[in-house]
């Protein structure tokens, strides 16, 4: 029958009160004492590769044991289940996974505990069966759902499952509503395609209409981020126009002159000449703050210089350029800059992006903008 071993004396401590019956025991079992139950929730247990990778690990060590059942204690809950489970003795609750590895590479046994109090009733041993795979995120949206619509049938109604998990009847049918999917849509969302608040919505719809509820979807997403990038393209900053250093007119032979103020602590430059017609002058202000410009030799008006009182400006500092981290002076940058419909066009984006990407923050905007001004 195989090797029992208590786990009370590995760890030193009881597991539980009853020697006998609901001591959880470690058994090393022939996997043709095994038996995997059908309410397992799990689609996805990896490819054969992937599955005879993981065997060949089990092989040198088996880390996690299966948790199992006695097949009495099984079809007590489910007599209906005797043909099923076959000359069994044991049902798995747990580590079906493992199991399948262990066969597919020819191991000859496996590793379990046996937990007879998970068959106490059909509610707790339907939540043994998915409880590690929720407690270690293994089920998907779509096992998930499988899972509860499971505890649904076994149960007699989602009342019982709601009171089972201290949840409301609401809860329950959000956990079922994504099997309201078609089979394709459900596959994108076992795949992390479509997000599942999408596809709850989706799944509302009849079945004949929900592919092109979707590609809908993907329309609009399409078109938002080709705005997000046309917004990001308008937003950038243009190239700064280069000085030529002498005009054609002038020739290339002009002489240049360049004057240099390093702040406060000037050192006076040595006198020069009076520039020549047709020569360049150039003022550079090493102190960061760009000098005021003369009248240039065409007559034009020269280029003026940043003001203290403009947004963003800090003495002793340059100029600020799009973009940068100061999304406040962004915004208002944009709003100074843009034709108000396309600043609001730009803005429902945003909030779209907002609404898909962080819907807990997007509610709590809404929540505030929506709530009645008591500053009055």
Known sequence: MGRRTSLASLA????????????????????????????????NFGTEDELREFGEKLRKEQLQPAVVVSRSAYLKLWPDEAERVGAATYVIANGERRYRASKLIGLATIEVVHREDLAKSRADFLDAVQSENNDRKDLDPIER???????????????QVAAYYGKTGGWVSQQRKLLKLTPQLQDLVSSTEMPVRVARDIAGLPHQAQAAAWQDELDRRRLAKKAAAQLRAKA??????????ASSQQGSDAPSFTAVSPGSAATAAPESPAAAPGSVFTAVNTDGEPEASSPSADGSSPVPSPRHDQPGHEPNSQPRQLPYDDAFYVVN??????????????????LGILRDEHPDEYRALMQEMTQPDRSA
């Open 12 to 43: 030193g401590a009881k597991v539980e009160d009853v020697p006998g019956l609901s001591d959880a025991v470690l058994l090393s079992l022939p996997l043709n004492k095994l038996h995997c139950t059908r309410f397992n929730p799990r689609r």
């Open 236 to 245: 950038a900053p243009a190239p700064a126009p280069r000085r030529a250093r």
């Open 333 to 350: 940058h944009l709003h100074a800059k843009m034709d108000t419909a396309v600043f609001a066009s730009s803005a429902r984006l945003l």
């Open 145 to 159: 759902a499988i899972a509860i619509e499971t505890m649904v049938t076994e149960l007699g109604g989602a009342e």
